[in-house]
C-alpha cells in the first residue's frame, strides 16, 4: 500500500474548483455527482443533507506518523464538497473522544494501513480503499457512457482492484482481471465467479494483448508507468486510482481528459456521501 506523501497532496487545496471542472468535462458530473453515482444516492437529497453534517478529520500519530497537510486537505476537500467539516484540535484517541463528546455525526482518521470515515450516529464505516475503487469505476462509465456489457481491464487485483471489479459487476461490465502475479488475478476470479455476472469475469496473463483489445481500463496497481505510451490510443479511457498513476507524464498528456487520476480527492468524496 503507498504510503501518501506530502507532495503528492500540496496542490489539491488550491486545484479543488479547477479539478472539479475538469471532471465535469470528463463525466458529465462534478466530484460530489460522481461520488453520489459510486453510493447509488440521489444527487439533490445527498446536497440537502450535507450541510450540518460535521465532520472532524483526526491527525493520527502512530506508526510513521502525522503526514504534513493530510488532515487539512481531507478538511479542504469536504468543506469543498459543501460538508461541515474540520480539523480536530486533538489527535488520536483524544480526538475521538472529543469528537463523540462534541456531538459530531462523522470522523475520518487514516493510519498506515486504512483511511477510514465512521458515522458515529449510524456506525457505518466508509474505507477509502473500497470508495476509492467504487468512484473509479463510476467515474469511467459516466465518461463512457456506461459499461454495460463492455469488457474493462482492470490493473491490479488487490483490494482496490477487486472493489473496482466488484462494481464493475455490479454496473453490468465485464471485468478482465490482470496482476503482475498472475495467481493474484487467479484468487481474485474465485472471490467473483460466484457473484451475480461472474462469469463474464476472465483472467489476462498477456498484459500486451489486454491493452490491445480493450479500451476501458482501471489501473489500480501501486506501481508507475504501467501502461505504455504507445498504447493509449484514441479509444482508450483510464480511470486510475493507483497511486503512483500507471499512467506517465508523457502518455498523460497524451489522452488528455480520457484520464482519471487524482491521489485523494474522489476516494474522500466518495466516503464522506456515503457516510450520510
Ligand atoms: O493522520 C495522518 O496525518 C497520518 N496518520 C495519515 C496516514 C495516511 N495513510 C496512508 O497514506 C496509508 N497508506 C493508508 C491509505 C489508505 C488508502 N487506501
Redesign the pocket.
Known amino acids: ?4 506523501k506530502t507532495s503528492d497532496i500540496s496542490h489539491i487545496n488550491r486545484s479543488l474548483a479547477s479539478y472539479d471542472q475538469a471532471l465535469i468535462g470528463q463525466t458529465g458530473r462534478s466530484m460530489f455527482g460522481i461520488a453520489c453515482h459510486a453510493a447509488g444516492t440521489d444527487e439533490q437529497a445527498a446536497r440537502a443533507k450535507t450541510d450540518g453534517f460535521t465532520v472532524r478529520v ?10 504534513s497537510r ?2 487539512e486537505t481531507v478538511c479542504a476537500i469536504l468543506a469543498f464538497l459543501g460538508f461541515d467539516a474540520s480539523v480536530s484540535k486533538q489527535t488520536d484517541v483524544a480526538g475521538l473522544a472529543l469528537a463523540f463528546e462534541e456531538g459530531a455525526a462523522a470522523v475520518m ?7 477510514v470515515g465512521i458515522n458515529l450516529k449510524n456506525r457505518t464505516v466508509a474505507d ?2 473500497v470508495l ?1 475503487g467504487r468512484v473509479f469505476v463510476s467515474a469511467l462509465s459516466l465518461m463512457a457512457g456506461g459499461l454495460e456489457n463492455k469488457p474493462v481491464l482492470v490493473m491490479g487485483c488487490g483490494p ?1 482492484g477487486e472493489s473496482s471489479a466488484r462494481r464493475l459487476l455490479d454496473l453490468g461490465a465485464r471485468p478482465c482481471l490482470y496482476d503482475i502475479r498472475p495467481d493474484t488475478a487467479r484468487a481474485l476470479h474465485r472471490v467473483l465467479a460466484p457473484l451475480p455476472g461472474g462469469d463474464t469475469v476472465r483472467v489476462e496473463t498477456e498484459l500486451s494483448r489486454a491493452l490491445s483489445a480493450i479500451p476501458f481500463i482501471v489501473e489500480a496497481t501501486p506501481a508507475a508507468d504501467t501502461i505504455p505510451d504507445h498504447r493509449l490510443t484514441d479509444q482508450v479511457r483510464i480511470a486510475a486510482p493507483g497511486v503512483p498513476s500507471g499512467v506517465s507524464h508523457t502518455g498523460a498528456r497524451m489522452i488528455g481528459a480520457r484520464l482519471i487520476h487524482d491521489k485523494l480527492e474522489l ?1 474522500t468524496a466518495a466516503m464522506a456521501v456515503s457516510l450520510l
Open positions: 500500500m503507498t504510503r501518501l483526526i491527525p493520527v500519530t502512530s506508526g510513521l506518523g502525522v503526514i493530510f488532515s482518521m487514516a493510519d498506515d494501513r486504512r483511511f477509502n480503499t476509492t482496490v476516494g
